[in-house]
């Protein structure tokens, strides 16, 4: 998966860390972008994903909070 995305966060459960329904959703229309998940009453949960690629799947589920500047190395070489 880690050339599609890598998940990580509180993996164990989905804590609210802020309500999130007046948020502008951004598209996933580009690698390196970092997304907080949406649970399924519209709060954020404390797991994220950054995308290592284009992943218009998660437009609408997920918060787009930022980018990666650099380091992606460190994900790409693990294995």
Do not use: A, C, W, Y
């Amino acid at each position: 998966m880690k050339d599609l995305f890598v998940e990580t966060g509180d993996v164990e459960s989905s804590k609210i860390i802020f309500p999130s329904k007046s948020q502008q959703l951004l598209p996933h229309n580009r690698d390196g972008l970092v997304s907080l998940l949406l649970n399924d009453d519209g709060s954020i949960s404390t797991k994220f994903i950054i995308t290592m690629q284009p992943m218009r799947i998660f437009d609408n589920s997920h918060l787009v909070i930022g980018r990666d500047i650099e380091g992606r190395n460190l994900i790409t070489d693990l294995d």
